[in-house]
């Protein structure tokens, strides 16, 4: 998805001055903001058709996550911050076919759950992301990302993302995607790095998003002096584990 940005001068729900937009992932923090378009997509999210052979792998939580980073923008993006939005609770399945193309996936990203620049995720982000924020402007961030003009929790409480159509050979491969969040779609192919290893299944990868192409408007003050950079950069890693239905 994948996000916010806080916003300047404090006059954005207490936050301190800079810039943070959501994600998948991503890309929905930003803070005094107009409403996010509530249109559905005509390529709506499509439930997957799931190779009855498939075998079922469950992610694991603790094992996986996801990293939004978002970055300041304009003329005065000196006043601003770069954040590091983050999943530590992904949730979901993936559905491994003989013919590795009509594999597929599902995973879901409780909104509730994300956090905003964790000390450790924005030192392990690097030097455009240098030191700890004050605990007041993350607190506002994140309700201006909960909030009913951004990510609005109470009616869309999940980001969802569908893959299919899997290309390639393992371990490097391609799989299209469909990011849903809020009421709207976006579809795109991206890369990935997947390792089976008997049991577990291992996934890797990164790619580039604009808040634009999940129906949000960047943030933008002063004439575009200070804004929140379109383009988002999403990380993840993924760990499944064979399901093992009851008996």
């Not at 052979?53 to 992610?59: G, H, N, Y």
């Not at 994140?142 to 969802?160: C, F, K, T, Y």
């Not at 569908?162 to 990011?179: D, E, F, N, S």
Request: aromatic content about 4%; glycine content about 8%.
């Amino acid at each position: 998805m994948i996000s916010p940005l806080t916003v300047l001068f404090r006059s954005c729900s207490g936050l301190v001055a800079g810039p943070i937009a959501l994600l998948v992932l991503l890309a929905c923090l930003q803070g005094c903001q107009g409403p996010v378009s509530r249109e559905t997509s005509a390529a709506d999210l499509a439930p997957l058709d799931i190779d009855p052979a498939a075998r079922r792998f469950r992610l694991l939580p603790d094992q996986s996550r996801l990293i939004v980073l978002v970055y300041r923008d304009g003329r005065l993006a000196n006043l601003g911050h770069n954040h590091v939005v983050s999943s530590d609770d992904l949730q979901g399945e993936i559905y491994l076919a003989d013919r590795l193309q009509n594999s597929s996936f599902e995973i879901r990203v409780p909104v509730v759950t994300m956090d905003v620049d964790l000390p450790q995720n924005r030192a392990d982000a690097g030097d455009d992301f240098p030191g700890e924020l004050d605990p007041e402007a993350i607190s506002g961030t994140r309700a201006n990302m909960l909030g009913e003009q951004q990510l609005d929790a109470s009616v869309w409480p999940e980001i969802i993302l569908r893959g299919r159509q899997v290309q390639g050979a393992l371990p490097a491969i391609t799989v299209q995607i469909g990011i849903a969040v809020r009421a709207h779609v976006h579809a795109m192919t991206i890369p990935v790095q997947a390792v089976v290893s008997g049991e577990r299944i291992t996934v890797t990868g990164s790619f580039k998003l604009n808040q634009t192409d999940l129906g949000l408007q960047p943030f933008s003050v002063m004439m575009g002096a200070l804004k929140v950079r379109d383009q988002l950069d999403v990380q993840f890693s993924i760990a499944a584990v064979a399901h093992k239905p009851a008996n």
